[in-house]
């Protein structure tokens, strides 16, 4: 199975700051990496879909990139509804696996 | 609205077997791959299962491979996941999630549930 490594695993922020999570594929994944954000006691929703592509409706604050191992989840402008736990998950093999996740505190 | 609601989640003892069920409005499942992700209490998420669009491909994560199955009725618009021989380690929110394709390979999901808890304890 292919592990995913996010750093850091929580980081504290303020309003407005522009934040960076990193996700790291075990080996390369091409760009078959999502982005997801689950708000405390909610179920997750996807922001970022094959590394940078935007899904319907995500603020374009979330932005995303990388390709191989290496990716990025960039947040510019952090509001507070943000403060929220962030997952990414290859989707290039079976199992689908996720990173341990990155708790962002306002 | 797109939506998905999951049901049949509960208490049940260990060895024991129960069915989860996925409900779907706003869109045709017909048309998608479906999945199974869990997270357990304070945990991270873990998917369990995926079918494509027509069940002719399907996958389990190792952990309940051979215990679980997936299923799915288009004609109904729903997504099953039977689970037998359930573990403590069983025990967790299970959400029913789209894929954004037909199959579930390089597949997002791009439309969740709330989840349905399943603990198992004696």
């Known amino acids: 199975d292919i592990q995913m490594t996010q750093s850091p695993s929580s980081l504290s922020a303020s309003v407005g700051d522009r934040v960076t999570i990193t996700c790291r594929a075990s080996q390369t994944i091409s760009g078959y990496l999502n982005w997801y954000q689950q708000r405390p006691g909610k179920a997750p929703k996807v922001l970022i879909y094959t590394a940078s592509s935007l899904h319907s409706g995500v603020p374009s604050r979330f932005s995303g990139s990388g390709s191989g191992t290496d990716f990025t989840l960039t947040i510019t402008g952090l509001q507070p509804e943000d403060f929220a736990t962030y997952f990414c998950?290859?989707?290039?093999?079976?199992?689908?696996?996720f990173g341990q996740g990155t708790k962002v505190e306002i | 609205e797109v939506q998905l609601v999951e049901s049949g989640g509960g208490l049940v003892q260990p060895g024991r077997s129960l069915r989860l069920s996925c409900a779907a409005s706003g869109f045709t499942i017909g048309d998608y791959a479906m999945h199974w992700v869990r997270q357990a209490p304070g945990k991270g998420l873990e998917w369990v299962s995926g079918i494509n669009w027509n069940s002719n491909s399907i996958d389990y994560a190792d952990s309940v491979k051979g215990r679980f199955t997936i299923s799915r009725d288009n004609a109904k618009n729903s997504l099953y996941l039977e689970m037998r021989s359930l573990r403590g380690q069983d025990t967790a929110l299970y959400y029913c999630?789209?894929?954004?394709?037909?199959?579930?390979?390089?597949?997002?999901?791009?439309?969740w549930g709330q989840g349905t808890t399943v603990t198992v304890s004696s």
């Open positions: 999630a789209k894929g954004n394709r037909e199959s579930f390979y390089y597949s997002a999901l791009d439309v």
């Open positions: 998950q290859q989707s290039f093999s079976t199992p689908p696996t």
